[in-house]
């Protein structure tokens, strides 16, 4: 495979990208031109997405799915792609939302084609960083993701997206540029060790970098993936966002932006520096464990519906780094089986809140109460999402809550245990919210809202079947991301041995 | 035979630019063509443009006092890009003297060109001045008090300058038997009066560049002078001698000389990256950025042969998105008044596609993907790092933190200021936008036109960057 336009990867990047591109020259003056092409397109972009996913998993031309492409000859710079399970999981997922976040996004009406043309740059973007095996092309997507949630949360934002879409630029180009500073500290060191300039995945794990390298580039990479995921106590961005954002634009966002950082502390830094994290995670842990509880008595304090879910899940983001410290491959399938249920998750309740949002200009939770009985479908929804970010049996958020938590209280106790607590908090926050929001009959509404039409039930129903599928069937759904965590551990073992 | 044939019609360009200067001078006073001038100046510079080729071999000119190889024919191409681009946009200004207007212009372009190509240091310096000169009239042309003001400074500072460099050009001189790159090389590390004339030289030929210390009179200068002429002087007259001064940098391997360049580099980065941060005016912003991207091509310098690509992948991509910036200062330019950032609040409800195409173009001069900036930025950052010199890229991307908060500061005013309300419904007008609105000059089509041009070639530049690198690289 030597060229990109024979590779499946770089056509499901270049898809979203050009429907993203044509998006952004359709008149907005009619109001509906813009948001049917956006739904037509990203039904396009998705079952592209999905007949990619069943070759992959099918096994059909594995060769359509990785490259090495020369980028400059001169300076043996390549461009390395290639996917796996789980790669190819968040990418099915990214492409799943977009059409998710068009009917959510419906309202929009000042320079629609715009906003929808970020939204297809976003999931383009990610397709991109879920498919990088080298750095340098890592890097390029992971700063090319942020360019469109800025325009989305500064353009379409709420009154405070100002300073909401300025602290997210601020505290991603600081981290950004300290990535691309880790970035060379390794290929330096490669190439110090292997006389190549090599940035590749693969060749950094080969290279056998030293603890202290390791240590050095651990403290220069984190912080950007820390900050995306979003981690305590730079989440602050997130939560402003969240809260400033319209609905489509937090599914996108909380749905498969955020996870991306799980992602990349899985490929990059779990796997090529693994000495630094074991330096540093007797520390860390009590900082992810600090976070749960903080967050968890955060989403108690917010009053704006779309913030406490925000809070609700940076509470489990510390979680899955939690276990991520754990070095267990038992514990990190969990993990990533949670940030996956997590992802959907958080896509159905920013679509709930849209429709909220759509018949309700402000959805604090003070104002709403007693929807079950005129919004039964939503309540449904809202319910199942709820339970499953709650981790209730039977959900997909309890499968892989379980199975974390059997695993971390044996390795951290204490952290462990703090976590429980913050998560218990949590579960019990949620369980709050949705007696608020569905069951509360001393609140009286003004006006009866009318329940999700068609268009919604479609788009959130398929996701809501994928909260309680894998909760019922969590071995068969976990065992897709098992496959990737015994060769993230393997492939770090592979490291430590070659130090 | 007939490849080379074809290869030495480059040579011609420098001399059909100077007959074309003189034809459009002397329109004004055949009855027939008179009003004509601009349309005549643009086909000039477009048969130049078009009839431009890569040569197949290198190309001596003038007794070899300039030499025309692939580097400096791409140089030219950005030049003749540049020249044809300003004077697209200039056919909407209302000049007294149009026939003057574009002769300066060709002149200047053309002899700017032989600063790229020359082979000597006192035929730099010649053409150099040469291409400076109308620049001081071309400048003050159009916009009062403020324009004559940046002209007076203009060339204050330069002929100043160009005292320098001719003290050094003379200590060189009696110190060298010949002042031609080849035998410069020849003649060993400098010592004493060379290298105080090499210095003096180099002092004087930064101005050129807007190196530092001299941003500072250009922030003024390009303050100052009509839009297209900003853009033309910013993406054209100011990157034409860093060819000359890659080659002066090339003449040592150590040494004062060898090392003045990181130097002055460094310093011009973060200069312009924190100027470019603190500026609160559109031009200054954009003189901030320029001199930030000038202060990354003199890194490249010091990524050897990996640093020639770069240099050369980033020559376009800034000239591009410098002269975007400066052109979508148009919309913002009115005698007499500089142009505040608060100024552009609201500015993508009214016209999106253009702001969006500045935004492309700020955002490739901060070095932000997938733009041709940020793969030049990065190539130069990567090729010193492969030459050792992990200090210079770390300052590197430390002064990249202030240009991409600097973009941060342009967008916040163009798309996200006096818009809340509007959010969802249809654009309000808020009485600063009117105020500023009434008080604009009319914007012509060409400058929508150029500046979406420039945001679609910066957005191809970047994202096919593996075809322009491949391009590039076969120079050498």
């Known amino acids: 495979m030597n060229s990109f336009t024979d590779n499946m990867l770089f056509s499901l990047f270049s898809v979203s990208f050009l429907a993203g591109v044509l998006l952004f020259f359709i008149p907005s003056k009619n109001r509906f031109l813009p948001q049917k092409t956006a739904f037509y397109l990203s039904i396009a972009v998705f079952v592209t997405t999905l007949v990619a996913f069943c070759m992959y998993y099918s096994g059909f031309r594995p060769e359509m799915f990785t490259a090495v492409i020369p980028w400059v000859p001169e300076l043996d710079l ?173 599914i996108m966002i909380a749905g498969i932006f955020v996870p991306s950082g799980v992602f990349a502390f899985l490929k990059i830094i779990m796997i090529l520096l693994p000495a630094g994290v074991r330096f540093f995670a007797p520390y860390m842990v009590y900082l992810c464990a600090a976070a749960c509880i903080y967050c968890a008595l955060m989403a108690w304090a917010v009053p704006a519906l779309s913030r406490t879910i925000a809070y609700l899940m940076a509470v489990q983001y510390p979680l899955i780094m939690l276990c991520l410290f754990s070095f267990s491959s038992d514990t ?97 926050c949620c369980l709050r919210t949705v007696y608020n929001v569905l069951a509360d009959k001393k609140k009286t509404l003004h006006e009866p809202f009318t329940d999700l039409n068609i268009y919604e039930i479609c788009s959130v129903a398929p996701l809501a079947v994928l909260l309680l599928i894998p909760g019922l069937f969590p071995v068969f759904f976990s065992n897709a991301v098992t496959h990737d965590s015994i060769i993230c551990m393997s492939q770090q073992e592979q490291s430590r041995g070659n130090r | 035979m007939e490849t080379v044939n074809i290869s030495a019609m480059i040579a011609v ?55 025309i190889n692939g580097a400096t024919a791409l140089v030219w191409y950005v030049l003749l890009t540049a020249l044809a681009g300003s004077i697209f946009v200039s056919m909407s200004y209302r000049l007294q003297h149009p026939g003057t207007y574009y002769f300066l212009m060709f002149v200047s372009a053309a002899a700017s060109m032989l600063v790229a190509a020359a082979d000597n240091l006192i035929f730099a310096f010649a053409a150099s001045e040469t291409a400076l000169l109308p620049l001081y009239f071309l400048t003050a042309c159009r916009r009062g008090r403020q324009g004559i003001r940046a002209a007076y400074r203009f060339s204050v500072s330069g002929i100043l300058f160009a005292a320098l460099s001719m003290v050094g050009l003379a200590f060189l001189n009696y110190s060298c038997p010949s002042l031609s790159f080849t035998e410069l090389s020849k003649s060993g590390l400098p010592g004493g009066l060379a290298l105080v004339g090499f210095i003096l030289f180099l002092s004087g030929f930064t101005f050129k560049l807007a190196a530092l210390p001299f941003n500072f009179v250009f922030r003024d200068v390009f303050s100052g002078a009509p839009g297209a002429v900003a853009a033309y002087m910013a993406s054209a007259w100011t990157l034409s001698g860093l060819p000359v001064l890659y080659k002066i940098y090339s003449l040592f391997y150590s040494g004062p000389v060898h090392n003045f360049f990181p130097t002055v580099a460094v310093l011009t980065v973060a200069a312009g990256s924190l100027s470019a941060f603190y500026s609160q005016d559109l031009r200054k912003t954009g003189t901030g950025l320029l001199c930030a991207g000038i202060g990354f091509c003199l890194l490249s310098f010091s990524g050897e042969k990996g640093g020639e690509i770069a240099l050369l992948y980033h020559i376009p991509a800034l000239a591009a998105s410098a002269a975007g910036l400066f052109l979508f200062s148009l919309y913002f330019e009115k005698e007499e008044i500089a142009i505040p950032m608060s100024g552009l609040s609201g500015f993508a409800d009214r016209h999106p596609v253009v702001a969006l195409s500045a935004a492309v173009c700020l955002f490739s001069a901060a070095g932000l993907p997938p733009l041709g900036g940020f793969f030049a930025k990065f190539i130069i950052l990567f090729t010193l790092l492969r030459n050792g010199h992990f200090m210079l890229a770390m300052t590197g991307i430390f002064c990249l933190l202030f240009s991409v908060l600097c973009s941060l500061k342009l967008i916040s005013y163009v798309f996200f200021s006096n818009a809340a309300e509007s959010a969802d419904g249809a654009v309000s007008t808020y009485p600063e936008q009117k105020s500023l609105k009434s008080g604009r000059n009319e914007v012509s089509p060409a400058v929508n036109l150029s500046i979406f041009l420039l945001a679609v070639f910066l957005s191809v530049y970047g994202i096919f960057s593996k075809y322009f690198l491949g391009k590039i690289s076969a120079f050498f």
């Open chain 1, 332 to 428: 990190v399938s969990a993990s990533l089986f949670h940030m996956a249920s997590l992802s959907i998750s958080s896509a159905v309740l920013f679509a709930l809140c849209g429709a909220i949002e759509s018949r309700m200009k402000t959805p604090m939770l003070s104002d709403l109460g007693n929807l079950t009985r005129t919004m039964p479908w939503f309540s449904v929804f809202f319910t199942m999402a709820f339970f499953s970010l709650a981790g209730v049996p039977c959900m997909s958020g309890f499968a892989g809550m379980y199975s974390m938590f059997t695993d971390i209280f044996s390795r951290f106790p204490v952290p462990a245990a703090a976590a429980f607590a913050g998560t218990a908090l949590a579960f019990i």
């Open chain 1, 78 to 250: 390549k461009v390395h792609i290639g996917t796996d399970r789980f790669s190819m999981l968040l990418i099915l997922l990214s492409a799943a939302f977009l059409p998710l976040s068009v009917i959510v996004s419906r309202n929009a009406r000042r320079s629609a084609g715009f906003f929808y043309a970020c939204l297809f740059f976003l999931q383009s973007a990610l397709t991109g960083l879920f498919s990088a095996r080298d750095l340098i092309t890592f890097y390029f997507f992971w700063q090319f993701s942020v360019l469109p949630v800025f325009f989305l949360t500064g353009v379409w934002g709420g009154k405070g997206r100002i300073s909401a879409a300025g602290k997210f630029f601020v505290f991603h180009a600081v981290s950004s540029l300290l990535f691309l500073l880790g970035i060379f500290y390794i290929a330096d060191n490669v190439h110090y060790l292997t006389g190549k300039w090599l940035f590749s995945f693969d060749a950094v794990v080969s290279a056998g970098l030293s603890a202290t390298v390791q240590t050095t580039c651990f403290m220069l990479l984190a912080p950007a993936f820390f900050l995306r995921l979003p981690f305590f106590p730079v989440h602050t961005w997130f939560t402003g966002l969240i809260n400033e954002n319209k609905p489509g634009a937090n």
């Open chain 2, 13 to 67: 360009s420098p001399v059909f630019l100077i007959l074309s200067a003189i034809f459009v001078l002397c329109a004004g006073i055949i009855k027939p063509l008179r009003g004509a001038e601009c349309y005549a100046a643009l086909l000039a510079s477009l048969v130049a443009l078009v009839f431009m080729r890569f040569p197949a071999t290198e190309i001596s000119l003038f007794g070899g006092l300039a030499v």
